[in-house]
């Protein structure tokens, strides 16, 4: 497919777009450094940080799966335009919580069960818009530049959050926030790009639902790249608990904390800079799972490490292993759907994944709580390993894929 089949091809759109996501990101991840100390400064438990991760998790649970379908038969530009400016809503909030001095968690987690449904839309639309902005073709260099953009974004948000939070200015974090979600909202209503008008169709929306679960299950391929990262970043989070790391283990407070969010990713940055240069060619699955397996040895490491230059570096390994995973997950997932599903089936690919992070938040407080934070860590790790050598069992054909044109002869 050639870039005359696309008229509308405009490089300045996916720069804008990358623009856009780099904001929203940048917020997210500033705001949550906010969120996870503050709370944690109120409650002191770790079950309090493993709700921050529920309340988020059960909307999107609800939602995601609705929204692409939503996706598929709306503009993707507008629904995660106003998706953005939901999300914009739940920083003012958070800014007025703050101003007015409110002690009780109560609200906080009021207010993230809406950024949870905020995220349900954003989600699918976000993640489906990319195909429709460059050729086919050229769509794993414009996932890994995506992906550089998006975690330098991750790597800034914390380091920033941190760093205004301990100078004593939480309000500023959150109206910062807000500015930055409108930026994004405005530029993605903006944008051009090749634009998919679907079918009109009878079936229900429920029925479209369970079409694009459907195509997930059937493909093999997909099915064990999607569920693989699930596990994974169910297992293996360490994120929720990074707060009693900086406090209790490592004593670092909260601009501590900050590096510690940032650190996974600096690692996944670099690497998706060099895939955005040399993208994967051969081997695409056997590195999909040693990814995977270096994610699940990091988590281990950082779960005993009591030192923090150690601890920063099993969190920059964490994060580059998980960007070859994310990279290579993400293309499967795109090279294989058609145009008319691409919603759907980013939706199930971000309910496996994008909301996994927030059930392995409330996962990991959980078992931190009942056993201890060392223990929670280094278990999860270990059973991302096992998790690697279960699907590596279960899917051979994820294993022996090698290049990502295989993945779209099959589809």
């Known amino acids: ?21 780099f904001l929203s990101t940048c917020a997210m991840q500033i705001q949550s450094v906010a969120i996870g100390w503050q709370i944690y400064d109120m409650e002191k438990t770790a079950l309090s940080l493993g709700l921050v991760g529920l309340c988020q998790f059960v909307p999107m649970f609800l939602l995601t799966l609705p929204a692409g379908d939503i996706s598929d038969r709306y503009d993707q530009r507008r629904v995660y335009a106003w998706a953005a400016r939901a999300l914009s809503l739940c920083s003012l909030i958070f800014l007025l919580l703050t101003l007015f001095g409110v002690r009780s968690s109560l609200p906080f987690y009021a207010v993230l069960v809406l950024f949870g449904a905020a995220r349900g839309f954003a989600a699918p639309s976000g993640s489906s818009l990319l195909p429709f902005l460059v050729p086919l073709e050229r769509l794993p260099q414009a996932m890994a530049y995506n992906s550089s953009v998006f975690t330098t974004a991750v790597i800034a948000g914390p380091a920033l959050g941190g760093f205004l939070y301990a100078s004593g200015e939480p309000a500023l974090v959150y109206g910062l926030c807000f500015v930055f979600l409108q930026t994004a909202a405005w530029i993605v209503a903006r944008l051009q790009g090749r634009r998919f008008t679907p079918e009109k169709s009878l079936a229900t929306r429920g029925e479209r639902v369970r079409e694009g679960i459907r195509f997930v299950r059937q493909r093999p391929i997909v099915l064990g790249a999607i569920s693989l990262d699930l596990f994974a970043v169910l297992l293996g989070g360490v994120t929720a608990l990074l707060p009693i790391y900086a406090a209790d283990i490592l004593h670092v407070g909260p601009m501590g904390l900050g590096f510690l969010r940032s650190a996974p990713a600096v690692g996944a940055c670099l690497i998706a800079l060099y895939l955005a240069r040399w993208p ?132």
């Open 280 to 411: 994967l060619q051969r081997h695409v699955g056997a590195t999909l799972f040693t990814a995977v397996a270096g994610f699940g040895l990091a988590t281990i490491v950082f779960g005993f490490s009591t030192w923090f230059p150690l601890s920063l570096l099993c969190l920059f390994v964490l994060g580059a292993t998980d960007m070859v995973s994310v990279n290579i997950r993400g293309a499967m997932v795109q090279m294989a759907t058609p145009d008319a599903m691409r919603g759907r089936v980013s939706a199930v690919s971000m309910l496996f994944i994008g909301a996994s992070n927030e059930m392995g938040e409330f996962e990991s407080g959980v078992t931190a709580a009942a056993f201890g934070t060392v223990r929670a860590v280094v278990a999860g790790g270990i059973g991302t390993l096992i998790v690697v050598g279960t699907w590596m069992k279960l899917f051979p054909a994820l294993r022996r894929v090698d290049s990502f044109e295989d993945v779209r002869k099959l589809a």
């Open 1 to 21: 497919m050639s870039d005359a089949v696309h008229p509308t091809y405009r490089p300045k759109d996916v720069h804008h777009f990358v623009g856009s996501r």
